[in-house]
T-cell receptor, first 114, second 116 residues
Framework: AQKVTQAQTEISVVEKEDVTLDCVYE???????LFWYKQPPSGELVFLIRRNSFDEQNEISGRYSWNFQKSTSSFNFTITASQVVDSAVYFC???????????FGTGTRLKVLA | SAVISQKPSRDICQRGTSLTIQCQVD?????MFWYRQQPGQSLTLIATANQGSEATYESGFVIDKFPISRPNLTFSTLTVSNMSPEDSSIYLC?????????????FGPGTRLTVL
């Protein structure tokens, strides 16, 4: 069975702090995709990144970085120098290519305080 | 990525009534999906909207309660029928990206529904 676990329900940080959101997944498939989405208070789900299971390179995009480790089945997301605008619920998701079915984690609510 | 719009953005409805939510995409897409997100919860897939045929529903969701139409490759509707307060949720449509974005779902802005 496939499963995505986001153990952190809610995190609060002060602006400019770094914060890491954890994502642990389970799957028996050798080929899969991992995703992160951001859901601000407006409700829209914003795509952040997709990672192929064959590509374990870490990725950096501005203040965002992602650490994918197959050995620990984790796909963690770090925000450097957090800002108030980063306050949102962040979802990690897993899918198997061609199925279009996403397994979502329960989300982590990030509050960045000014 | 495709631009996705939903109407209405929010609504407050009385129990027993029905609401139809529209999802419009600015380009043709193969796959369209409808999700429900209950307050404070994660997303749950309701169904895959198939163009020209009946939608494919996930376990726990039935056509009588959530009829879906998809008349073409850019438009779909979801109706929430005979509503109860338990139907209060955000309803989101999503589409699968084209080309390099294949297998990545892009979501509409959502419809925030409150049932009294």
């Amino acid at each position: 069975a496939q499963k995505v676990t986001q153990a952190q329900t809610e995190i609060s940080v002060v602006e400019k702090e770094d914060v890491t959101l954890d994502c642990v997944y389970e799957t028996r498939d050798t080929t899969y995709y991992l995703f992160w989405y951001k859901q601000p208070p407006s409700g829209e789900l914003v795509f952040l990144i997709r990672r192929n299971s064959f590509d374990e390179q870490n990725e950096i995009s501005g203040r965002y970085s992602w650490n994918f480790q197959k050995s620990t089945s984790s796909f963690n997301f770090t925000i450097t120098a957090s800002q108030v605008v980063d306050s949102a619920v962040y979802f990690c998701a897993l899918s198997v290519p061609g199925t279009y079915k996403y397994i979502f984690g329960t989300g982590t609510r990030l509050k960045v305080l000014a | 990525s495709a631009v996705i719009s939903q109407k209405p953005s929010r609504d407050i409805c009385q129990r027993g009534t029905s609401l139809t939510i529209q999802c419009q995409v600015d380009s043709q897409v193969t796959m369209m999906f409808w999700y429900r997100q209950q307050p404070g919860q994660s997303l749950t897939l309701i169904a895959t909207a198939n163009q020209g045929s009946e939608a494919t529903y996930e376990s726990g969701f039935v056509i009588d309660k959530f009829p879906i139409s998809r008349p073409n490759l850019t438009f779909s509707t979801l109706t929430v029928s005979n509503m109860s307060p338990e139907d209060s949720s955000i309803y989101l449509c999503s589409v699968v990206g084209q080309g390099r974005g294949t297998d990545t779902q892009y979501f509409g802005p959502g419809t925030r529904l409150t049932v009294l």
